[in-house]
């Protein structure tokens, strides 16, 4: 059974600070994994997606890689902001089942 | 715009009473899934149905039940058989090739 563990599982920072949010997957057959956002009371909102065939994804300030044979991915947040205060989630999903890491909930400072 | 709509935002349940929560989705997505968030745990899953008139069972599925009619719709019932329901559940669906989308999320709460 796929388990996904994210370190650590809470981070505070000054604003402007460059950060790294991991995830750690047991088993390396994924097909893909997902990066969401989920502010406090709100449902998740995906911010990366990566195929199993692709090694990294950027979106804006928002960089993730992923190593399958190593089972783990990161989350680089470049020039932190306080807006981007929020937990932060990663999934991997095979054979039609997702898991879920408990999440890294992000604090940045003004 | 495409998207998932969970409906209500907030629930209250007496006790031994069932509730349903509705989930529907414009996206033409095939699978759809229900999960249940506790504070400071990571997403459990419920059921999940890859196509109409088929579903499965989650991790978690004891005193949850399901029906999927429509391709459009997954309503899940929280039976009285659910011992500690207060918990957010989350409704998602996927496309493969982009990835999972979630609703807003109902919030129920046990009165």
């Known amino acids: 059974k796929q388990e996904v563990t994210q370190i650590p599982a809470a981070l505070s920072v000054p604003e402007g600070e460059n950060l790294v949010l991991n995830c750690s997957f047991t088993?390396?057959?994924?097909?893909?994994l997902q990066w969401f956002r989920q502010d406090p009371g709100k449902g998740l909102t995906s911010l990366l997606l990566?195929?199993?065939?692709?090694r990294e994804q950027t979106s804006g300030r928002l960089n993730a890689s992923l190593d399958k044979s190593s089972g783990r991915s990161t989350l680089y947040i470049a020039a932190s902001q306080p807006g981007d205060s929020a937990t932060y989630l990663c999934?991997?999903?095979?054979?039609?089942?997702?898991?879920f890491g408990a999440g890294t909930r992000l604090t940045v400072k003004p | 715009d495409g998207g998932i709509t969970q409906s209500p935002k907030y629930l209250f349940r007496k006790e031994g009473q069932n509730v349903t929560l509705s989930c529907e989705q414009n996206?033409?997505?095939?699978?759809m899934y229900w999960y249940r968030q506790d504070p400071g745990q990571g997403l459990r899953l419920i059921y999940y149905?890859?196509?109409?008139?088929?579903?499965q069972k989650g991790d978690i599925a004891e005193g949850y039940s399901v029906s999927r009619e429509k391709k459009e719709s997954f309503p899940l019932t929280v039976t009285s058989a659910q011992k500690n329901p207060t918990a957010f559940y989350l409704c998602?669906?996927?496309?493969?090739?982009?990835?999972?989308?979630f609703g807003s999320g109902t919030r129920l709460t046990v009165v």
């Open positions: 990566i195929q199993s065939s692709q």
């Open positions: 998602a669906s996927i496309n493969e090739g982009h990835g999972y989308t």
């Open positions: 149905s890859q196509i109409v008139n088929d579903f």
């Open positions: 996206l033409n997505h095939d699978a």
């Open positions: 999934a991997v999903y095979n054979n039609n089942d997702m898991r």
């Open positions: 088993d390396s057959a994924i097909y893909n």
